[in-house]
């Protein structure tokens, strides 16, 4: 049998399930590469400020409770933000689906039962390795690929694709 390697026209396929803990690792693998949410520190000073001057400048205390509160529920928000992101995911249409993962030496196609993706690598812009799966960046917008669905041909494929600067 020979190695994919060899052949002309290089194929990988492999399926994943879209579960939580795949939500999770991508959440941590895209955080950990500098795409994590920083926190809105403008928008909870004004909300403060402007509570405050509701409170105590115009007298409007149940305005100013409210716009103090929502700067409480942003804090919130960016605490939880994980469990948020995993939770609603998980609850999406696309939870549970099988995806399937085909890799040439063109492309990167995903395809399950509510949508396909195509990522031509002469059309990618940046191939990010991360300890568990790979960031896949196209018009300036992140995807995650796993490595656990992934082959050790498959892996050792798009690592070298990540050395070439594709």
């Known amino acids: 049998m020979s190695s994919p390697k060899e052949n002309e026209n290089l194929s990988f396929q492999s399926q994943f399930k879209l579960d939580k803990a795949y939500y999770k690792e991508c959440f941590e693998e895209s955080e950990?590469?500098?795409?994590?949410?920083?926190?809105?520190?403008?928008?909870?000073?004004?909300?403060?400020?402007?509570?405050?001057?509701?409170?105590?400048g115009?007298?409007?205390?149940?305005l100013g409770n409210f716009l103090i509160l929502l700067a409480v529920v942003e804090c919130l928000a960016f605490y939880y933000r994980k469990a948020w992101w995993v939770t609603r995911q998980a609850l999406s249409r696309a939870a549970g689906n099988v995806v399937t993962v085909s890799i040439t030496d063109n492309q990167i196609t995903t395809k399950a039962s509510h949508?396909?993706?195509?990522?031509?690598?002469?059309?990618?812009?940046?191939?990010?390795?991360?300890?568990?799966?790979?960031?896949?960046?196209?018009?300036?917008?992140?995807?995650?690929?796993?490595?656990?669905?992934?082959?050790?041909?498959?892996?050792?494929?798009?690592?070298q694709k990540v050395t070439k600067n594709i």
């Open 58 to 62: 115009l007298q409007e205390h149940y």
């Open 115 to 159: 949508a396909e993706f195509c990522y031509a690598f002469n059309a990618i812009e940046k191939l990010i390795e991360t300890e568990r799966g790979f960031l896949v960046f196209q018009s300036n917008k992140p995807s995650y690929i796993s490595k656990s669905g992934l082959s050790a041909e498959a892996i050792e494929f798009l690592s």
């Open 32 to 56: 950990a590469n500098g795409l994590a949410i920083k926190p809105k520190y403008g928008l909870l000073i004004l909300l403060v400020a402007l509570g405050f001057f509701a409170i105590y």
